[in-house]
């Protein structure tokens, strides 16, 4: 063996081991005699796991050896006290004749990963439920607030014709001004919950990019006005191919991930910035960017900030799922999307939407 293969194989962070067909083990690098507690070489799978725990190990490799197969899988022993999760895949040797002279194998402790997984599955589980749900309130919510607008246009036509006292008058005509404003703005959240509940499509059209961002901001305004006060920097070149469920759901989890960079209640000294302008680098691209004040990437980050599960966030408020499915949503609509940090505090997010003409 040469000695940079031997050397790389014994420094290797995965756990590597050999076996004889007498079930010892001939060779184990670093990890793997660190993953067990013990140098393993010269000793069987009893010596190291116990009788019991070194029946199912020796079930595995007798497949092995004896259908000349690989096989990857997952059990949980006790370590140190601790139960823990091991993947492992196995592999026969063969010498330079075919023949079977033993097994390789490699194992990896996967217990936080497979708990990670599991926290992030329940909790994707969650948002679906909580979509679907939202889709039914939006439904139950539209159909009294049809009557109750219905109630008001009658209230003013009553109004119109009533000799009331010109304060009362007034007072009345405030209340139903108030009440106008009130169901409008609910009709519109329904509206946005509806959107944004739809099924993904593949179908795109021509989006106004403007009422996208005006539906996100109304979506996630809970959030951001306590945090920053908004600043909007739009130009004519607003219609991008997409549909607009999908791209509401990519500017709501940036302007949410906005938010969540800055701390609450500092709305007074903190801001979030939304451009839209023609891609100056290829006109056949808008750009979309949102800016914040917040706290910022870290440079080791930047590479990893779209990876499934990544987080810096507090669990309460980070899933590590967000801008991953931004990222995911931007590419199947043709785009790109891009994260930097933003000097002396904050980040900066551009997404490159391909433009539409105005339909």
């Known amino acids: 063996m040469h000695p940079l293969v031997r050397d790389a194989l014994l420094t290797s962070p995965e756990a590597f081991y050999v076996k004889g067909l007498d079930g010892r083990y001939v060779f184990s690098n670093a990890a793997a005699d660190t993953l067990v507690g013990a140098a393993i070489v010269g000793l069987r799978d009893a010596d190291v796991f116990g009788e019991a725990a070194a029946i199912d ?36 040797v ?24 599991r926290e992030q599955m329940t909790h994707t589980t969650r948002l679906a439920a909580l979509g679907y749900m939202a889709a039914g309130v939006g439904h139950e919510i539209g159909n009294p607030l049809t009557a109750m607008t219905g109630c008001i246009q009658i209230l003013r036509r009553g109004l119109a014709g009533a000799n009331l006292p010109g304060a009362l008058a007034d007072q009345v005509a405030g209340s139903l ?30 989006v106004d990019l403007r009422h996208v961002v005006d539906m996100a901001l109304a979506m996630s305004a809970h959030l951001v006005e306590a945090r920053a006060s908004v600043v909007r920097e739009t130009r004519d070149e607003r219609f991008v191919l997409g549909d607009d469920g999908r791209l509401g759901q990519v500017v709501l989890n940036l302007l949410m991930n906005a938010a969540q960079a800055i701390v609450p209640n500092s709305a007074a000294h903190n801001e979030i910035r ?12 808008v750009a979309l960017e949102i800016e914040d004040t917040g706290e910022g990437i870290l440079a080791e980050h930047v590479t990893r900030i779209f990876e499934p599960f990544f987080s810096t ?7 590590g799922l967000g801008l991953a499915i931004t990222r995911q949503i931007v590419l199947s609509l043709g785009g790109q999307i891009t994260a930097e940090a933003r000097l002396p505090r904050g980040s900066r997010f551009r997404v490159l939407l391909r433009a539409a003409p105005s339909p």
């Open 313 to 319: 966030k507090a669990s309460v408020e980070g899933s």
């Open 57 to 92: 190990v020796l079930r595995f490799d007798r497949q092995v050896l004896e259908e000349g197969v690989s096989i990857t899988y997952e059990v949980t022993r006790l370590v140190g006290g601790v139960e823990r999760t091991m993947a492992t895949t196995k592999w026969p």
């Open 274 to 285: 939304i451009r839209t302008r023609r891609w100056e680098h290829d006109e056949g691209f």
């Open 177 to 206: 001004q108030i009440l106008d404003v009130g169901t409008d703005r609910i009709r519109r959240l329904v509206g946005d919950l509806r959107t944004l509940s739809r099924p993904d499509s593949t179908h795109t059209e021509p």
């Open 94 to 117: 063969r010498d330079a004749e075919g023949k079977i002279i033993g097994l390789a194998g490699t194992t990896s402790d996967v217990t936080d990963v497979r708990k990670t997984m």
